[in-house]
């Protein structure tokens, strides 16, 4: 099993290049950098955690550009989003800035998405309906692997419709980023099931995870596929311990991404000592 860092990506976290360069030296597979555009001042959408938004939200830097320095100071390092919200970009310039990033970072990028929680954020920057933003992002996803894989590509759906382009070049990996769908509950996990090439659910308890992790799996065979080719990246809201980790990795989780703890999340000095601490139980979870 990997262990992947996930932080902030703020200007008072480590530099992308330097935190990029401090994983791969300690062993850690993957850096992960999550997104928000921006941050409606007024919103009804109440903050899933609970209690106020923390101000680093407000601060947050573009993950394609910050992954774009990580790479460039790395060299095996995968660089990851945790996650894109893939529904608050124009498809093309996205396809491209995706692909641009994996030819630039040697074939080293993995696309987590999600629909996003804040409506009013997704209001303001997309025109279909909140209510629909499963099935846009099913083609939204659709849509791109086109763009990445065919040099002449036409795309006709409800929410996504466009006739032939031209939008190249490609991404580096011969299909393209992986696409990793990060959505907890049923819809989520049944969308994952069907279209995404992994799922990646928030550990909110180890038996929750793991009874969802036999549940997806069975899905995903319903849906014929085979449940080994859509692995399972779990990020942790609390700092697990080793025996979280090893359980984690007996259930056949690909990777575990670690952060400071939630309520310790935006407090940047947290970020080299955690990495510190975490890296000698590496070698151990890869067994």
Not at 25 to 37: I, N, P, V
Not at 117 to 126: G, I, K, L, M, S
Not at 220 to 226: E, H, I, K, L, W
Not at 235 to 259: E, K, N, W
């Amino acid at each position: 099993m990997h262990l992947g860092f996930s932080a902030m990506n703020t200007p008072g976290d480590p530099p992308p290049a330097v935190l990029a360069r401090a994983l791969e030296e300690r062993g850690f597979e993957s850096l992960w950098y999550g997104e928000h555009s921006h941050i409606p001042v007024s919103r009804r959408t109440p903050y899933p955690a609970g209690g106020e938004l923390p101000d680093d939200y407000k601060f947050m830097m573009d993950p394609y550009v910050s992954l774009a320095a990580a790479a460039s100071n790395s060299s095996t390092l995968k660089l990851g989003t945790s996650v894109a919200l893939l529904l608050e970009r124009d498809v093309f310039s996205q396809a491209k800035t995706i692909a641009t990033l994996d030819r630039l970072a040697g074939g080293r990028v993995i696309i987590g998405a999600g629909v996003g929680w804040n409506q009013e954020e997704f209001e303001n920057v997309c025109r279909h309906p909140w209510n629909k933003r499963f099935g846009v992002m099913r083609e939204t996803v659709a849509a791109t692997r086109a763009l990445w894989n065919r040099d002449e590509v036409e795309y006709h759906g409800d929410y996504v419709d466009f006739d032939p382009v031209w939008c190249l070049p490609g991404p580096l990996q011969p299909k393209g980023p992986p696409i990793v769908f990060g959505a907890m509950g049923p819809l989520g996990m049944h969308h994952a099931a069907q279209w995404a090439d992994g799922w990646m659910p928030v550990d909110l308890g180890l038996r929750n995870v793991l009874q969802s992790i036999a549940s997806f799996r069975e899905m995903v065979a319903r849906a014929g596929r085979d449940p080994a080719d859509v692995p399972v990246t779990i990020q942790t809201m609390a700092t697990p311990s080793l025996d979280t980790l090893q359980r984690y990795r007996d259930h056949g989780v690909l990777r575990v991404l670690i952060g400071v703890d939630a309520d310790m999340r935006y407090r940047s000095d947290n970020i080299m000592p955690m990495i510190d601490r975490f890296a000698p139980l590496i070698p151990d979870l890869a067994d």
